[in-house]
């Protein structure tokens, strides 16, 4: 946060907002790359150093003294194989032509079924 004010400060200080617009140069271009560049390795220096103490301080801490021990749950997505994807197409054919056969079945030819007892 406090690098954030610190480039809106910067900013603020490069370009007037009274003066009108003026025509950037190449020049005046790649000083601003370079500007742009310098800030940028400077704030992940920063971020890398705040990273790297926060490391330290968590390893200095003396570890929270437990019972029962949790280990976290670890869910491992991955994407489906060609061979999965056209089984679970079958599958799905055959359930949806098996369901039509089967209500065909029970609406047309069950009915047509009689049954003659001879005496």
Known sequence: MLVYKKQNC???????SSQPQQQITPEMLEQLK??????AIQQALQQRLAFEQNQVQQQMQPPA????VK????????????AEIILMFAISCGLVFG?????NYATNILPKIEIKVQK
């Open 10 to 16: 910067q900013m603020e200080s490069q370009v007037p």
């Open 34 to 39: 370079k500007q742009a560049k310098e800030l």
């Open 65 to 68: 003294q437990s019972k029962t």
């Open 71 to 82: 280990t976290p749950l670890v869910n491992n997505r991955r994407n489906l194989t060609v």
């Open 99 to 103: 369901v039509q056969s089967c209500w």
